[in-house]
T-cell receptor
Framework: SQQGEEDPQALSIQEGENATMNCSYK?????LQWYRQNSGRGLVHLIL?????REKHSGRLRVTLDTSKKSSSLLITASRAADTASYFC?????????????FGTGTQLKVEL | NAGVMQNPRHLVRRRGQEARLRCSPM?????VYWYRQLPEEGLKFMVY????????ESGMPKERFSAEFPKEGPSILRIQQVVRGDSAAYFC??????????????FGEGSWLTVV
């Protein structure tokens, strides 16, 4: 398995429900970021959490980071149809290399009306 | 404030031809990254460049692929003698000077290469 694996691979929920996606990684990190990608489009940065942070909020998004378990979760509350997209976690390493990120395989979220 | 600009958005090439993908970073950004996304997969790092320098090309295939970021003009990802397996979305990203881990990097909309 590779650095940054999301779970589940696919998630289908009803509008208004919460969506939780998990990400596991292998090596030590400096930070972890979550991105959204609509079909056929580029990546939109959602949130960055540093290795010394445990939880971060941004609007309807809540991200947690557990470095002891090498895992992170993304919670989207009160989901909307417009949240339908693929969500990726990406880790930034401790060594040099600027902001080289390692991406997971993504969770495809579908929010139905 | 324009974001990361990539062109072309879509490119079709026959096997054996060359593909050139361009990327203009966000204003004020001097660090450029190229990633490749195969169908139904996540993004894979290819190369990290600063102006006139390749900093990390650990993700670049050994042959046929090259990248540059000249002093003037956009960054170019060049794929020579394309094969069907090169069909993918190629994303460029940029970040501000300093390049310390923890800065957000901003992605372009991608260039979709189809090799026929």
């Amino acid at each position: 398995s590779q650095q940054g694996e999301e779970d589940p691979q696919a998630l289908s929920i009803q509008e208004g429900e919460n969506a939780t996606m998990n990400c596991s990684y292998k090596t030590s990190i400096n930070n972890l970021q979550w991105y959204r990608q609509n079909s056929g489009r580029g990546l939109v940065h959602l949130i960055l959490i540093r290795s010394n942070e445990r939880e971060k909020h941004s609007g309807r998004l809540r991200v947690t980071l557990d470095t002891s378990k090498k895992s992170s979760s993304l919670l989207i509350t009160a989901s909307r149809a417009a949240d339908t997209a693929s969500y990726f976690c990406a880790t930034g390493g401790l060594t040099g290399g600027g902001n080289k990120l390692t991406f997971g395989t993504g969770t495809q979220l579908k929010v139905e009306l | 404030n324009a974001g990361v600009m990539q062109n072309p958005r879509h490119l079709v090439r026959r096997r054996g031809q060359e593909a050139r993908l361009r990327c203009s970073p966000m204003k004020g950004h001097s660090h450029v990254y190229w990633y490749r996304q195969l169908p139904e997969e996540g993004l894979k790092f290819m190369v990290y460049l600063q102006k006139e320098n390749i900093i990390d090309e650990s993700g670049m295939p050994k042959e046929r692929f090259s990248a540059e970021f000249p002093k003037e003009g956009p960054s170019i990802l060049r794929i020579q003698q394309v094969v069907r397996g090169d069909s993918a979305a190629y994303f460029c990203a940029s970040s501000p000077p300093g390049g310390s881990s923890g800065n957000t990097i901003y992605f372009g909309e991608g260039s979709w290469l189809t090799v026929v």
